[in-house]
């Protein structure tokens, strides 16, 4: 009697626990764990957009537009991304409980953090100029633009990989078969609303600064004709 009720009572105890905060915790709860599932699916989402990227680049007098339209949405999935790393930063740094027993990052991970932020942000903050001043800053922030891309796919590339055996695991734990059934991690409902918000506002960003397109697409077969 007693063996088959010990279950039961574990599954109990665990519901009452991962239950805990409510409508809070469906929403903000997971703890470390969630942190890590959200930053994983913001990672791999990245990686699809950043491919579109690399075709655009390949054929940018074709793509220039699509160029234009998918570097603008990147900007809140990115910031997503930065932010839930930031967060575990800046709560294993000072000294949480919870993320300090989690452990931090790989060496080689946090030291290059830095690098992945600051050409990040290049990039990013390059990209706008350019889109908002206009063809006319070609030979200013365009170079700074490219570079800048370049040392930052590297980076991402080691970053990509450093996490890469956590990325499966993550991805199926809140998007897979079973996730709507099990409740070993709390506030899927919360990454899942943070994750699609970024993506809407991303593309929310890029339809409204379309009209900023035009400059751009109206000099590309100028500037090849010289």
Do not use: C
Not at 120 to 146: C, D, E, Q, Y
């Amino acid at each position: 009697m007693a063996t088959t009720q010990k279950p039961a009572v574990r599954r109990g105890a665990g519901a009452q626990r991962h239950g805990r905060g409510g409508r809070r915790g469906w929403l903000t709860g997971g703890g470390t764990t969630g942190n890590e599932l959200l930053t994983n699916a913001v990672g791999v989402t990245l990686l699809v957009v950043l491919a579109v990227v690399g075709i655009t680049i390949v054929r940018i007098g074709q793509l220039l537009w699509v160029h234009l339209f998918v570097g603008m949405l990147l900007i809140p999935p990115v910031l997503l991304k930065m932010s839930s790393t930031g967060y575990r930063f800046f709560r294993y740094y000072t000294g949480n409980p919870r993320y300090r027993s989690k452990g931090a990052p790989e060496l080689a991970l946090r030291l290059i953090a830095p690098l992945v932020v600051l050409s990040t942000a290049v990039v990013l903050v390059t990209g706008v100029a350019l889109l908002f001043v206009g063809p006319s800053s070609r030979s200013t922030l365009l170079p700074i633009h490219k570079d800048s891309f370049f040392v930052w796919v590297a980076f991402v590339a080691v970053h990509v990989l450093g996490h890469l055996p956590s990325i499966p695991a993550a991805l199926r734990a809140d998007y897979g078969a079973s996730a709507r059934l099990s409740s070993d991690v709390t506030g899927r409902a919360g990454r899942m609303l943070a994750l699609a918000g970024a993506l809407v506002a991303g593309v929310v960003l890029a339809v409204l600064v379309i009209p900023e397109f035009g400059p751009w697409v109206n000099h590309l077969p100028l500037h090849h004709g010289h």
